[in-house]
Nanobody
Framework: QVQLVESGGGLVQAGGSLTLSCTTS????????MGWYRQAPGKQREFVAR???????YYIDSVKGRFTISRDPAKQTLYLQMNNLKPEDTAMYYC????????????WGQGTQVTVSS
């Protein structure tokens, strides 16, 4: 049973930083890309960042240079370091496991709320 549990969200002022963590169960890192998505109130869920099995990373343009995705296979944990946060980053952030053969998120965490005040 694959489980993803996010943590690390909170309330921060604009310009501040947060680090999100996604702890996983099961050996999913070797078979799945891992990603972060977010959903703001009244908006659709959107892709934020992705870490591929081979090590490459991808970001939505609005977070490039501010967010860094990383994974620790030994801890089976995915991270999202977020710096210089902006009010428009406010959203529920979700961790996802993305099978390499489909490139479509298959497993989701329950989400962690990030709120950035101006």
């Amino acid at each position: 049973q694959v489980q993803l549990v996010e943590s690390g969200g909170g309330l921060v002022q604009a310009g501040g930083s947060l680090t999100l963590s996604c702890t996983t169960s099961g050996d999913i890192f070797s078979l799945n890309h891992m990603g972060w998505y977010r959903q703001a109130p009244g908006k659709q869920r959107e892709f934020v960042a992705r870490s591929h099995v081979v090590g490459s990373t991808y970001y939505i343009d609005s977070v490039k240079g501010r967010f860094t995705i990383s994974r620790d296979p030994a801890k089976q944990t995915l991270y999202l370091q977020m710096n210089n946060l902006k009010p428009e980053d406010t959203a529920m952030y979700y961790c996802a496991a993305i099978p390499v053969e489909t490139m479509t998120p298959r497993y989701w965490g329950q989400g962690t709320q990030v709120t950035v005040s101006s």
